[in-house]
Nanobody, 122 residues
Framework: VQLQASGGGLVQAGGSMRLSCVVT???????MGWFRQAPGKSREFVAT????????YYADSVKGRFTITRENAKNTVSLQMNSLKPEDTAVYYC?????????????????WGQGTQVTVSS
């Protein structure tokens, strides 16, 4: 297993949740990101960060509420989600790619983790 996501579950609107994605060391130079797919919708970009540079980018819908971080010592990329809304309900996927543009656009992704369900109740 190269990307292992965890941390999903059920939370009330306004609450917080933290997702984690454990990766193998071979991803040291990869861009890492999170995507999500809600029922009946296509997969969409949520956030991305460089593994070593610490630069992060967010979808407008989550900006100011979600934070992507990486802990190199633990080979982990996390997504802290605050002020959750029912519309954040989706299966969340971590992803790794050597090309930022591909990762940001969700195309030709090199590696996907398995999804983890996040459900936000109103």
């Amino acid at each position: 297993v190269q990307l292992q996501a965890s941390g999903g579950g059920l939370v009330q609107a306004g609450g917080s949740m933290r997702l984690s994605c454990v990766v193998t060391k071979t991803f040291a130079n990869y861009f890492m990101g999170w995507f999500r797919q809600a029922p009946g919708k296509s997969r969409e970009f949520v956030a991305t960060t460089t593994w070593s540079g610490g630069t992060a980018y967010y979808a407008d819908s989550v900006k100011g509420r979600f934070t992507i971080t990486r802990e190199n010592a633990k080979n982990t990329v996390s997504l802290q989600m605050n002020s959750l809304k029912p519309e954040d309900t989706a299966v969340y996927y971590c992803a790794a790619d050597s090309d930022f543009t591909d990762l940001r656009n969700g195309v030709r992704i090199d590696y996907w983790g398995q999804g983890t369900q996040v459900t936000v109740s109103s």
